[in-house]
C-alpha cells in the first residue's frame, strides 16, 4: 500500500491468516448458488450475503468510511444483487461482479453526500473524553491527525480517481481486479491511480501532513 502510518502501529490483531482458498474451487461454489437462486431456491442469497457480505462491507467501509451508512450500502448492494441474480450468466466472476455493485451502490452515495465523513472511522470525536495516558500519547495523536488529514484530502478526489485510490491502496485489489470491477482499461487505471496518488501526496505534503518520522511512501 502506498500509505502506511507508522505510529500507531501497523499490526490489526487479526492473529494467523486463513489458509488459502482455492480460487477455483470458491468461482464454483458461487456459481453453483447463483444457478440454485435462479431455480428458486430462496435460501442461496443468504448463503451467497454469508460468503461475501463481509468482502461488500470492506467494499463500502473503504470508500464510505465506516458509519451507520456502511450498513445502508451494504444492505441496498444486496437488494441490487437480488434484482440482478437472473441477469448472471457467469461470464465474469462472481466476486468481480459482486464487487462492481457494491462500488457502484456506494459512488451513488457519496453523489448524493450522504457520507458524513472519516472522523468517525478514527474515533477522532472520542478524543476529548480519552483516557489521560491517551493525551500524553503525543505520538499516537499526531499519528491519527495525521490520519484525519489525510482521509480529508481524499474527499477532494475526483469521483473517478477517489474509486480506484480507494480500491488499490485501502481495499487491496490488484489492477487488474479494478479493471474488471470498473469496467476500464488496465493502462486507465493505471492512469488514475497516478495521478490520484500525486494530487493526494501534494496536498499532504503542503498541508505538513508528511513528516518522515510518522509516515511512509512505499513504492
Not at 440454485?36 to 443468504?46: D, F, I, M, T, V
Amino acid at each position: 500500500m502506498w500509505l502506511s502510518v507508522v505510529q500507531g502501529g501497523g499490526d490489526t490483531g487479526g492473529g494467523e491468516r486463513s489458509a488459502p482458498v482455492d480460487r477455483g474451487e470458491a468461482d464454483a461454489a458461487d456459481l453453483a448458488l447463483v444457478v440454485s437462486y435462479q431455480r428458486g431456491n430462496g435460501n442461496a442469497l443468504s448463503e451467497i450475503y454469508r460468503r461475501h457480505g463481509k468482502r461488500v462491507e470492506s467494499v463500502a467501509r473503504n470508500l464510505l468510511g465506516p458509519s451507520s451508512e456502511v450498513e445502508d450500502v451494504v444492505q441496498d448492494v444486496f437488494i441490487e444483487l437480488q434484482r440482478a441474480l437472473f441477469k448472471f450468466r457467469g461470464d465474469a466472476r462472481f466476486t468481480t461482479w459482486l464487487h462492481r455493485i457494491a462500488v457502484n451502490v456506494s459512488l451513488q452515495y457519496l453523489r448524493r453526500g450522504r457520507r458524513k465523513g472519516w472522523l468517525r472511522w478514527l474515533g477522532l470525536e472520542d478524543a476529548t473524553n480519552a483516557p489521560a495516558a491517551m493525551h500524553h500519547n503525543e505520538g499516537r495523536l499526531e499519528a491519527r491527525d495525521i490520519c484525519r488529514q489525510l482521509y480529508d484530502i481524499l474527499g477532494t478526489l475526483p469521483e473517478k480517481k477517489y474509486a480506484v485510490f480507494a480500491l488499490y491502496e485501502l481495499e487491496g485489489l490488484t489492477l487488474e481486479e479494478i479493471s474488471a470491477t470498473l469496467g476500464i482499461g488496465i493502462n486507465t487505471v493505471k492512469s488514475r491511480l497516478f495521478h490520484a496518488r500525486k494530487e493526494v501526496f501534494d496536498l499532504a505534503r503542503a498541508r505538513g501532513a508528511l513528516p518522515t518520522h510518522a509516515l511512509q511512501v512505499v513504492k
